[in-house]
């Protein structure tokens, strides 16, 4: 499976619009991209997926370049709530997918 | 519908100790996983179960047994556990040919002396 790398920590503010860029260079043909939002003490929620261009949901978009080795998450708008840990994941279609060690985003007032 | 559970929430173990981590799930999913969580670490897997009968191994199985007792249940053994076990594991499920969202379980929390 394709090792992701993303930035570490981010900081923002509240209002604003965050992008988290994720790198996936050794993403295979059939891999899907999905992104996980953590709190503290609890397991990984679901945000968006994607394949390839551009997929939006309610709370976030995921862009994804037609070379898909990497993959662009936008949160529209956060707020103190979207403070939390965020993980970019390569997935094939048995499920089988990798963790990175996530991006921390601290929403400030 | 419950979702994805996991018992125990918490278990302290002493070195050499064996115990057994139990997750269910009322998803009718097909995949069930184990990962484990180090202090400010991502998420790790350890085993993966496809479906009823089949385990494989992922990034960090050494240590670790496990069970897919039927489809709803599957099982993660520390047969002598290690302080270097010290984690929260957390069970997940993943129903292939629908959406690539996988369901967690709330995590056990367990702590090796």
């Known amino acids: 499976l394709a090792k992701t790398t993303q930035p570490i920590s981010m900081d923002s503010y509240e209002g604003q619009e965050v992008n988290i860029t994720c790198s996936h260079n050794?993403?295979?043909?059939?891999?899907?991209i999905t992104w996980y939002q953590q709190f503290p003490s609890q397991g990984p929620r679901f945000i968006i997926q994607?394949?390839?261009t551009k997929v939006t949901n309610e709370v976030a978009s995921l862009f994804i370049p037609a070379d898909r080795k990497s993959s662009t998450l936008s949160l529209p708008r956060v707020s103190l709530s979207d403070t939390a840990v965020y993980y970019c994941l390569v997935g094939d279609l048995r499920g089988k997918s990798t963790f990175g060690d996530g991006t921390t985003l601290t929403v400030k007032p | 519908n419950a979702g994805v559970t996991q018992t125990p929430k918490f278990q302290v173990l002493k070195t050499g100790q064996s115990m057994t981590l139990q997750c269910a799930q009322d998803?009718?999913?097909?995949?069930m996983y184990w990962y484990r969580q180090d202090p400010g670490m991502g998420l790790r897997l350890i085993y993966y179960?496809?479906?009823?009968?089949?385990?494989d191994k992922g990034e960090v199985p050494n240590g670790y047994n496990v069970s897919r007792l039927n489809k709803r249940e599957f099982s993660l053994r520390l047969e002598s556990a290690a302080p270097s076990q010290t984690s929260v594991y957390f069970c997940?499920?993943?129903?292939?040919?629908?959406?690539?969202?996988?369901?967690f379980g709330p995590g056990t929390r367990l702590t090796v002396t």
């Open positions: 050794n993403i295979a043909t059939n891999d899907y």
């Open positions: 997940a499920t993943f129903q292939t040919g629908t959406s690539y969202e996988q369901y």
């Open positions: 998803m009718n999913h097909n995949s």
């Open positions: 179960s496809a479906s009823e009968g089949t385990t």
């Open positions: 994607g394949y390839k």
